[in-house]
């Protein structure tokens, strides 16, 4: 039997009418959780004899896609990947089954019909073949040669996804190939979805590539403000927020007009993402800022479901002092924490947050640490004490005291 509960929000159970629909639901969530990658691979899984770092990484990552695969299928579907123990065996025999017979793939197409949609059909395939080929090996030298031959291959929609090279390039993490193809590309051509209905920006957004989207930002300024339809057509913002993609998330707020957030849509956009910061405290700058453009939305209803950012705060007990029990020794440890709350600087959207040189710096801080072995051993024991001292904090309480003090204060 199917479990019931799947680690996708909102996501109707896998039946035999809606393979599209759930396909894309899912895919989005194993792009986000990072384990696509894994199921649509050519290459047969590594063996406990190739490594044991490599297979334990397979293993836990097979792990998290075919979880979410089989909760996601209902009590009609699930009989058809019952047994089957590699997310990649269990999504193709789900296709296989259950996938619509398109067009392309009767044998009744006509030669004028495969013109239409992508131009994705055998004779481009075998065309562009080469184009994909390198950029699945990451090799740009080849894929340079190729475009410099056939102009129009940039904005081809060959990928895996039916998207354009971008694309690809992006779903494979050819960060260096993504960046020599932004130079190559028009403002336009950022624009271009794949098959889902996705563009080249989302997935770049979606796996938290910063300095990409930051860069992509710079060449289409129009990104910050086009709506992803598909997921609940949302602006991307709201979207890096959602993602947990702190430092995305600020830099695209920058760069959106206000009014996208507070006007637009009835300022539903808003509404919901200060609905997200009550629930990420810590990072409460952008629902701040907000408040102050726009107090209205404190009481914007974000869903048809009449639900506003109050309703989102009075939901969360542990906000209010009065809605946490605490012992006699707690509730003391609580009256004796001194916390100094951070001043909230206002967000100043004339400034251009460089994404690229923070990504650098991260970089080239992990450079300098790596290469200064000589402070290896004593970063290992002042490590181990504070990895002490935390536990310590933990497990008396002491940390969540102190953050339920900070987010009351």
């Known amino acids: 039997m199917a479990a019931t509960v799947s680690p996708i929000a909102n996501l109707k159970l896998l039946n035999h009418r809606n393979y599209e629909y759930w ?13 696509w990658d894994l199921v649509e691979a050519t ?48 999504w193709d025999a789900l296709a296989e089954e259950l996938k619509p017979l398109s067009s392309s793939d009767s044998e009744e197409l006509k030669p004028s019909d495969s013109e239409e949609g992508h131009n994705n059909n055998d004779e481009s395939d075998v065309k562009y073949a080469p184009l ?91 990104l910050v403000t086009m709506r992803f339809t598909n997921a609940k057509d949302r602006t991307p913002v ?11 998330a600020r830099f695209l707020y920058s760069r959106t007009p206000i009014h996208v957030l507070t006007q637009d849509n009835n300022g539903r956009d808003g509404a919901q993402l200060i609905s997200q910061c009550f629930f990420h405290r ?28 109050l309703n989102a705060l009075a939901g969360l007990r542990s906000t209010f002092l009065s809605g946490v029990p605490l012992r006699f020794w707690q509730r003391w440890i609580y009256n004796n924490i001194h916390v100094q709350q951070p001043q909230l600087a ?17 970089r080239n801080r992990r450079d300098l640490i790596s290469s200064a072995n000589i402070y290896g051993f004593r970063n290992a024991v002042t490590g181990f004490f504070q990895g002490v ?19 009351h204060d």
């Not at 899984?45 to 695969?69: C, M, Q, S, T």
């Not at 967000?347 to 991260?362: A, T």
């Open 43 to 90: 290459t047969e899984p590594p063996k406990p004899e190739d490594g044991e770092v490599a297979f334990k990484a397979w293993r836990k990552n097979n792990a998290k896609a075919l979880l979410a695969i089989q909760t996601s299928c209902g009590d009609d579907t699930y009989p058809i990947i019952e047994g089957i123990t590699e997310a990649k065996a269990a």
């Open 132 to 222: 994909y080929d390198s950029l699945k090996r990451g090799d740009w030298n080849a894929a340079k040669e190729f475009i410099d031959g056939h102009a129009e291959a940039l904005t081809h929609r060959g990928s895996s996804s039916g998207g354009t090279a971008l694309h690809e390039a992006i779903e494979r993490k050819q960060l260096h190939i993504v960046e020599e193809l932004l130079t190559l590309m028009t403002e336009q051509d950022l624009e271009i979805e794949d098959d889902l209905g996705f563009t080249a920006f989302f997935y770049a957004l979606l796996k938290g590539m910063a300095a990409i989207v930051a860069k992509m930002v710079k060449k289409n300024k129009s």
């Open 346 to 362: 206002p967000i100043n959207l004339d400034v251009y947050v460089n994404l690229e040189e923070l990504e650098n710096d991260k």
């Open 282 to 309: 810590n990072k409460f700058d952008i629902g701040w800022d907000l408040l102050q453009h726009c107090p209205k939305l404190a009481l914007t209803t974000e869903d048809y479901f009449g639900h506003s950012p």
């Open 23 to 35: 396909s894309f639901r899912v895919k989005v969530y194993l792009l986000a959780e990072d384990v």
């Open 238 to 248: 709201l979207v890096a927020y959602g993602l947990g993609h702190w430092e995305i």
């Open 389 to 407: 001292v935390k536990n310590l904090l933990k497990l008396f309480g002491i940390h969540d005291l102190y953050k339920m003090r900070l987010g």
